[in-house]
């Protein structure tokens, strides 16, 4: 079973194209689950793998791991045995003949419009990384790009002529996200002076770079978001992928189409997408609070 989970792993990075965040993923849960089978003296042969010991397995998870966690978990077995099943090594998937946990849905976070303006004024514009901080957070809410996608931008991928960025989303997708006049101007006075933060040895491709000219990891992102959350004074806890939930809510409380969203976050599903409607809900709920004589 072991030599069929690094097969597997190879079918996600090749040709289902997953991310390496996901792969790492799907081999921790696996690797877990192929523990489980071990140390209980269970079969190893994947034929006999059967529902009986996926649920004792995911019943050993109850109490240590929250819904979330184990409903991703049951989602690695089914798809690893979808694999096998292809493959012919499995007539049925037993995964599938146990049911998920039920995950309670959580209502994305997200900033409000003016500590997204105090945000953005936070990096201080008169020198290179300053200017750098400054295109990326105006980048991030601007187009809702995922952190990976950002640092993956090369410099041939914007276009500030026409206002867009190309992007390289979940399993190698591409997509045209458009970027906003504030955005772009922020990239300009970025690029101007990025020069100075590029050496002969650094990577001439990245749009984003650290102090060594080397590409900006998602961790350096973080924590420089981490950092201009607490310059800006904003009581919150604030990650890229909060940004992220800030461009689709502020997009969706002024109106904007859900499909349009979809297409601008990348999204395959709709019902991914659909999380923000909770948003929404609750922003409409609190306006007819304020304005319906009968509330």
Same mark, same amino acid.
């Given at each position: 079973?072991?030599?069929?989970?690094?097969?597997?792993?190879?079918?996600?990075?090749?040709?289902?194209?997953?991310?390496?965040?996901?792969?790492?993923?799907?081999?921790?849960?696996?690797?877990?689950?192929?523990?489980?089978?071990?140390?209980?003296?269970?079969?190893?042969?994947?034929?006999?793998?059967?529902?009986?010991?996926?649920?004792?397995?995911?019943?050993?998870?109850?109490?240590?791991?929250?819904?979330?966690?184990?409903?991703?978990?049951?989602?690695?077995?089914?798809?690893?045995?979808?694999?096998?099943?292809?493959?012919?090594?499995?007539?049925?998937?037993?995964?599938?003949?146990?049911?998920?946990?039920?995950?309670?849905?959580?209502?994305?976070?997200?900033?409000?419009?003016?500590?997204?303006?105090?945000?953005?004024?936070?990096?201080?514009?008169?020198?290179?990384?300053?200017?750098?901080?400054?295109?990326?957070?105006?980048?991030?809410?601007?187009?809702?790009?995922?952190?990976?996608?950002?640092?993956?931008?090369?410099?041939?991928?914007?276009?500030?002529?026409?206002?867009?960025?190309?992007?390289?989303?979940?399993?190698?997708?591409?997509?045209?996200?458009?970027?906003?006049?504030?955005?772009?101007?922020?990239?300009?006075?970025?690029?101007?002076?990025?020069?100075?933060?590029?050496?002969?040895?650094?990577?001439?491709?990245?749009?984003?770079?650290?102090?060594?000219?080397?590409?900006?990891?998602?961790?350096?992102?973080?924590? $420089? +978001?981490?950092?201009?959350?607490?310059?800006? *004074? =904003? !009581?919150?806890?604030?990650?890229?992928?909060? @940004?992220?939930? /800030?461009?689709?809510?502020? $997009? +969706?409380?002024?109106?904007?189409?859900?499909? *349009? =969203? !979809?297409?601008?976050?990348?999204?395959?599903? @709709?019902?991914? /997408?659909?999380?923000?409607?909770?948003?929404?809900?609750?922003?409409?709920?609190?306006?007819?609070?304020?304005?319906?004589?009968?509330?």
């Amino acid at each position: 079973m072991k030599q069929l989970i690094g097969e597997f792993s190879s079918y996600l990075e090749n040709e289902r194209r997953s991310s390496i965040h996901t792969v790492k993923n799907y081999l921790v849960d696996l690797t877990q689950f192929l523990d489980f089978l071990t140390n209980r003296k269970k079969t190893l042969n994947v034929h006999e793998i059967d529902q009986t010991m996926v649920r004792e397995y995911l019943g050993t998870l109850f109490g240590k791991k929250n819904p979330t966690s184990i409903a991703r978990k049951l989602s690695s077995i089914r798809s690893f045995f979808d694999f096998c099943q292809r493959r012919g090594l499995v007539k049925n998937n037993p995964g599938k003949e146990v049911p998920a946990p039920k995950v309670p849905k959580r209502v994305p976070k997200f900033l409000t419009v003016d500590e997204v303006f105090a945000l953005l004024d936070s990096p201080d514009g008169s020198a290179a990384l300053g200017r750098r901080d400054k295109a990326i957070l105006e980048l991030l809410y601007a187009s809702g790009l995922r952190v990976s996608e950002l640092v993956g931008l090369n410099i041939t991928d914007v276009n500030l002529e026409e206002g867009t960025v190309r992007v390289l989303g979940k399993g190698r997708k591409e997509r045209i996200v458009p970027v906003g006049k504030k955005a772009c101007e922020a990239l300009r006075n970025y690029l101007d002076l990025r020069p100075a933060l590029v050496s002969a040895a650094a990577d001439h491709t990245a749009i984003f770079v650290n102090r060594n000219g080397t590409r900006l990891s998602t961790r350096a992102v973080e924590r $420089l +978001l981490i950092k201009y959350i607490k310059q800006s *004074g =904003i !009581q919150k806890a604030a990650t890229p992928h909060v @940004l992220r939930h /800030t461009f689709a809510t502020h $997009l +969706l409380n002024a109106g904007a189409d859900m499909r *349009g =969203i !979809q297409e601008l976050l990348g999204h395959s599903s @709709l019902s991914t /997408t659909q999380k923000y409607t909770h948003v929404g809900i609750e922003k409409m709920m609190e306006v007819y609070d304020k304005t319906h004589p009968k509330a």
